[in-house]
Nanobody
């Protein structure tokens, strides 16, 4: 499975960006997808996740109300709409795919629960 993330870039504080992540290769069904980010010198942290159906979404407190995750009609693509960006949102953003059963925020925010990872896309927010 390959995950291809795109859409990163440089934006001023208060601006918006939309990230995309497309899964290809081996076909699965019923998998969740998530976004994590890693700033320089910091650990990779959970941002958001969405279930296969799209009915359930989960967000880190730091982005709740500003970021929105969604899935495309074909299910193999996930989007991250980021609004009201802040300098502290600057990081490399990674998409990830999770197989198997997971329930609740505590599960989805765990990096170890994800089976495949994309290469990352840089988001830089200037003040």
């Amino acid at each position: 499975v390959q995950l291809q993330a795109s859409g990163g870039g440089l934006v001023q504080a208060g601006g918006s960006l939309r990230l995309s992540c497309a899964a290809s290769g081996r076909t699965f069904s019923n998998y969740a997808m998530g976004w994590f980010r890693q700033a320089p010198g910091k650990e990779r942290e959970f941002v958001t996740a969405i279930t296969w159906s799209g009915d359930n979404t989960y967000y880190a407190d730091s982005v709740n109300g500003r970021f929105t995750i969604s899935r495309g009609n074909a299910k193999n693509t996930v989007y991250l709409q980021m609004n009201r960006l802040k300098p502290e949102d600057t990081a490399v953003y990674y998409c990830a795919l999770q197989l198997g059963y997971c329930s609740g925020l505590g599960c989805y925010r765990s990096k170890s629960r994800y089976d495949y990872w994309g290469q990352g896309t840089q988001v830089t927010v200037s003040s």
